[in-house]
Protein backbone atom coordinates (compact mmCIF):
# COMPACT_ATOMS: atom_id res chain seq x y z
CA UNK A 1 0.00 0.00 0.00
CA UNK A 2 1.39 3.70 -0.86
CA UNK A 3 1.16 6.15 1.52
CA UNK A 4 -1.08 8.44 -0.26
CA UNK A 5 -3.54 5.97 0.17
CA UNK A 6 -2.96 5.82 4.25
CA UNK A 7 -3.52 9.31 4.00
CA UNK A 8 -6.79 8.92 1.59
CA UNK A 9 -7.92 6.40 4.54
CA UNK A 10 -7.36 8.10 7.35
CA UNK A 11 -8.78 11.22 5.45
CA UNK A 12 -12.43 9.05 5.09
CA UNK A 13 -11.90 7.60 8.56
CA UNK A 14 -12.18 11.06 9.90
CA UNK A 15 -15.11 12.37 7.88
CA UNK A 16 -17.17 8.74 8.23
CA UNK A 17 -15.48 7.61 11.46
CA UNK A 18 -18.28 5.21 12.21
CA UNK A 19 -18.49 3.54 8.71
CA UNK A 20 -14.72 3.34 8.46
CA UNK A 21 -14.19 1.99 11.39
CA UNK A 22 -10.16 2.03 11.03
CA UNK A 23 -7.95 5.30 10.90
CA UNK A 24 -5.58 3.13 8.84
CA UNK A 25 -5.74 0.51 6.28
CA UNK A 26 -5.48 -3.36 7.77
CA UNK A 27 -1.69 -4.57 7.69
CA UNK A 28 -0.41 -6.95 5.45
CA UNK A 29 -0.42 -9.81 7.67
CA UNK A 30 -4.35 -9.42 8.43
CA UNK A 31 -5.30 -9.15 5.04
CA UNK A 32 -3.00 -12.28 3.73
CA UNK A 33 -4.53 -13.84 6.76
CA UNK A 34 -8.15 -13.04 5.32
CA UNK A 35 -7.34 -13.46 1.63
CA UNK A 36 -6.20 -17.07 2.88
CA UNK A 37 -8.91 -19.16 3.47
CA UNK A 38 -11.00 -17.65 0.31
CA UNK A 39 -9.01 -19.69 -2.42
CA UNK A 40 -7.67 -22.60 -0.31
CA UNK A 41 -9.53 -25.83 -1.28
CA UNK A 42 -11.53 -24.36 -4.43
CA UNK A 43 -14.18 -26.67 -5.53
CA UNK A 44 -13.08 -27.26 -9.59
CA UNK A 45 -15.64 -24.67 -10.95
CA UNK A 46 -15.75 -21.26 -11.00
CA UNK A 47 -16.20 -19.35 -7.22
CA UNK A 48 -18.34 -16.58 -6.86
CA UNK A 49 -16.69 -14.45 -3.92
CA UNK A 50 -17.82 -11.05 -2.34
CA UNK A 51 -16.25 -8.85 -0.70
CA UNK A 52 -17.74 -6.39 1.51
CA UNK A 53 -16.67 -3.04 2.85
CA UNK A 54 -13.57 -3.28 0.45
CA UNK A 55 -11.55 0.26 1.77
CA UNK A 56 -8.59 0.90 -0.36
CA UNK A 57 -9.12 -2.47 -1.69
CA UNK A 58 -5.87 -4.18 0.57
CA UNK A 59 -7.65 -7.31 0.11
CA UNK A 60 -8.61 -7.41 -3.20
CA UNK A 61 -5.34 -6.23 -4.51
CA UNK A 62 -4.11 -9.76 -3.44
CA UNK A 63 -7.32 -11.97 -4.45
CA UNK A 64 -8.29 -10.87 -7.91
CA UNK A 65 -5.02 -11.52 -9.58
CA UNK A 66 -5.81 -15.01 -8.19
CA UNK A 67 -9.09 -15.53 -9.91
CA UNK A 68 -9.51 -18.34 -12.53
CA UNK A 69 -11.54 -17.97 -15.54
CA UNK A 70 -15.48 -17.91 -14.86
CA UNK A 71 -14.95 -16.65 -11.63
CA UNK A 72 -17.01 -13.91 -9.93
CA UNK A 73 -15.50 -10.86 -7.62
CA UNK A 74 -18.11 -8.58 -6.54
CA UNK A 75 -17.54 -5.74 -4.31
CA UNK A 76 -19.98 -4.00 -2.14
CA UNK A 77 -18.39 -0.73 -0.65
CA UNK A 78 -20.58 2.65 0.41
CA UNK A 79 -18.03 4.97 0.69
CA UNK A 80 -18.05 6.86 -2.60
CA UNK A 81 -14.00 7.95 -2.56
CA UNK A 82 -13.35 4.78 -1.87
CA UNK A 83 -15.26 3.27 -4.71
CA UNK A 84 -14.12 5.66 -7.01
CA UNK A 85 -10.04 4.31 -6.02
CA UNK A 86 -11.58 1.16 -6.54
CA UNK A 87 -12.89 1.65 -9.85
CA UNK A 88 -9.23 3.62 -11.09
CA UNK A 89 -7.62 0.28 -9.39
CA UNK A 90 -9.41 -3.28 -10.78
CA UNK A 91 -11.62 -1.38 -13.83
CA UNK A 92 -9.77 -3.47 -15.72
CA UNK A 93 -10.33 -6.52 -14.00
CA UNK A 94 -13.03 -9.05 -13.57
CA UNK A 95 -14.36 -7.59 -10.15
CA UNK A 96 -17.29 -5.44 -10.11
CA UNK A 97 -17.52 -2.50 -8.02
CA UNK A 98 -21.65 -1.83 -6.32
CA UNK A 99 -21.21 1.42 -4.69
CA UNK A 100 -23.59 0.75 -1.91
CA UNK A 101 -24.51 -0.64 1.15
CA UNK A 102 -24.73 -4.41 1.86
CA UNK A 103 -27.50 -4.22 3.46
CA UNK A 104 -29.36 -3.24 -0.09
CA UNK A 105 -27.31 -5.48 -2.24
CA UNK A 106 -29.50 -8.23 -4.22
CA UNK A 107 -27.66 -11.51 -5.13
CA UNK A 108 -26.91 -14.91 -4.18
CA UNK A 109 -25.61 -17.98 -3.92
CA UNK A 110 -21.84 -16.98 -3.27
CA UNK A 111 -19.30 -19.57 -2.12
CA UNK A 112 -17.35 -16.78 -0.22
CA UNK A 113 -17.60 -13.83 1.69
CA UNK A 114 -15.06 -11.50 2.81
CA UNK A 115 -15.76 -8.26 4.96
CA UNK A 116 -13.83 -6.03 6.44
CA UNK A 117 -17.17 -4.42 7.96
CA UNK A 118 -16.48 -2.33 11.29
CA UNK A 119 -19.15 -4.52 13.16
CA UNK A 120 -18.63 -3.10 16.65
CA UNK A 121 -19.00 0.54 15.57
CA UNK A 122 -22.61 -0.40 14.49
CA UNK A 123 -25.78 -0.56 16.35
CA UNK A 124 -26.35 -3.55 17.53
CA UNK A 125 -30.09 -3.87 14.85
CA UNK A 126 -27.41 -3.53 12.35
CA UNK A 127 -25.11 -6.05 12.70
CA UNK A 128 -28.10 -8.63 13.56
CA UNK A 129 -29.14 -7.53 9.61
CA UNK A 130 -26.15 -7.55 8.25
CA UNK A 131 -25.18 -11.35 9.49
CA UNK A 132 -28.81 -11.98 8.28
CA UNK A 133 -27.78 -10.49 5.01
CA UNK A 134 -24.58 -12.92 5.12
CA UNK A 135 -26.75 -15.78 5.26
CA UNK A 136 -29.36 -14.77 2.64
CA UNK A 137 -25.95 -14.32 0.25
CA UNK A 138 -24.21 -18.00 1.10
CA UNK A 139 -24.67 -20.94 -0.38
CA UNK A 140 -25.33 -23.67 1.97
CA UNK A 141 -21.85 -25.01 1.53
CA UNK A 142 -20.36 -20.96 1.67
CA UNK A 143 -18.14 -19.79 4.31
CA UNK A 144 -17.31 -15.80 5.46
CA UNK A 145 -14.25 -14.87 6.95
CA UNK A 146 -14.37 -10.97 8.64
CA UNK A 147 -11.91 -9.81 11.53
CA UNK A 148 -12.37 -7.98 14.56
CA UNK A 149 -10.49 -6.19 16.77
CA UNK A 150 -8.81 -7.84 19.73
CA UNK A 151 -10.33 -7.25 23.07
CA UNK A 152 -11.67 -3.84 22.13
CA UNK A 153 -15.15 -5.22 22.27
CA UNK A 154 -15.16 -6.81 26.05
CA UNK A 155 -12.98 -3.35 26.81
CA UNK A 156 -15.94 -1.02 25.70
CA UNK A 157 -18.46 -3.58 27.35
CA UNK A 158 -17.05 -3.23 31.11
CA UNK A 159 -15.84 1.33 30.46
CA UNK A 160 -18.89 2.41 28.94
CA UNK A 161 -22.46 2.83 30.36
CA UNK A 162 -26.00 3.06 29.54
CA UNK A 163 -26.98 2.75 25.68
CA UNK A 164 -23.71 2.08 24.65
CA UNK A 165 -23.14 -0.67 26.98
CA UNK A 166 -26.82 -2.82 25.97
CA UNK A 167 -25.29 -2.16 22.50
CA UNK A 168 -21.48 -3.43 22.62
CA UNK A 169 -22.75 -6.35 25.09
CA UNK A 170 -25.62 -7.09 22.15
CA UNK A 171 -23.12 -7.13 19.62
CA UNK A 172 -20.95 -9.82 22.24
CA UNK A 173 -24.24 -11.88 22.87
CA UNK A 174 -24.89 -11.97 18.72
CA UNK A 175 -20.73 -12.94 18.73
CA UNK A 176 -21.60 -15.74 21.00
CA UNK A 177 -24.29 -17.05 19.30
CA UNK A 178 -22.24 -17.54 16.02
CA UNK A 179 -19.54 -19.61 17.87
CA UNK A 180 -21.41 -23.30 16.52
CA UNK A 181 -20.93 -21.45 12.97
CA UNK A 182 -17.12 -20.96 13.29
CA UNK A 183 -14.50 -23.39 11.59
CA UNK A 184 -11.31 -21.12 12.46
CA UNK A 185 -10.20 -18.34 14.20
CA UNK A 186 -6.71 -16.30 13.79
CA UNK A 187 -5.11 -13.55 15.95
CA UNK A 188 -3.04 -11.59 13.98
CA UNK A 189 -0.69 -9.11 16.75
CA UNK A 190 0.93 -8.11 13.51
CA UNK A 191 -1.80 -4.91 13.18
CA UNK A 192 -2.52 -1.48 15.06
CA UNK A 193 -4.90 -2.59 16.64
CA UNK A 194 -4.20 -6.55 16.79
CA UNK A 195 -6.88 -8.11 15.32
CA UNK A 196 -9.03 -11.88 15.07
CA UNK A 197 -9.67 -13.33 12.20
CA UNK A 198 -12.75 -15.64 11.98
CA UNK A 199 -14.34 -17.95 9.27
CA UNK A 200 -17.63 -19.11 9.85
CA UNK A 201 -20.11 -21.12 7.96
CA UNK A 202 -23.89 -20.62 7.10
CA UNK A 203 -26.37 -22.33 9.42
CA UNK A 204 -28.40 -25.23 7.81
CA UNK A 205 -31.66 -23.33 8.52
CA UNK A 206 -31.17 -19.49 8.53
CA UNK A 207 -34.73 -18.52 9.03
CA UNK A 208 -34.36 -20.44 12.57
CA UNK A 209 -31.30 -19.44 13.56
CA UNK A 210 -30.96 -17.66 16.79
CA UNK A 211 -28.34 -14.54 16.88
C1 LIG B 1 -12.29 -1.02 8.37
S1 LIG B 1 -12.66 -0.52 6.71
C2 LIG B 1 -11.94 -1.94 5.92
C3 LIG B 1 -11.10 -1.54 4.82
C4 LIG B 1 -10.24 -2.63 4.19
N1 LIG B 1 -10.92 -3.90 4.07
C5 LIG B 1 -8.95 -2.79 4.93
O1 LIG B 1 -8.74 -3.88 5.43
O2 LIG B 1 -8.16 -1.87 4.99
C6 LIG B 1 -14.41 -0.79 6.59
C7 LIG B 1 -15.02 -0.48 5.23
O3 LIG B 1 -16.41 -0.85 5.28
C8 LIG B 1 -17.16 0.11 4.51
N2 LIG B 1 -18.56 0.02 4.93
C9 LIG B 1 -19.11 0.44 6.12
N3 LIG B 1 -20.41 0.15 6.15
C10 LIG B 1 -20.72 -0.49 4.98
C11 LIG B 1 -21.92 -1.05 4.45
N4 LIG B 1 -23.09 -1.01 5.13
N5 LIG B 1 -21.88 -1.64 3.23
C12 LIG B 1 -20.71 -1.70 2.54
N6 LIG B 1 -19.53 -1.17 2.99
C13 LIG B 1 -19.53 -0.56 4.20
C14 LIG B 1 -16.47 1.44 4.85
O4 LIG B 1 -16.76 2.42 3.91
C15 LIG B 1 -14.99 1.01 4.86
O5 LIG B 1 -14.42 1.13 3.59
Excluded at 4 to 17: P, Y
Aim: proline share 8%; glycine share 4%; net charge neutral.
Amino acid sequence: MRFADGLKFLQESIRQQNMVGAVWPSSPALCATMAEPVLRDRPDRPLRILEVGAGLGPVSEILIPKLRAGDTYDIVELNPTFCEHLRDRFGDTPATIHELSILDFRADSYDRIVSGLPLANFPAKVVEEIYRTFFRLMHPDAFFVMFEYLVIRQALAVATLGAERRRVRRILEIEQHLLPLQREQIDILANVPPARVRVRGRPEDPDAFTL
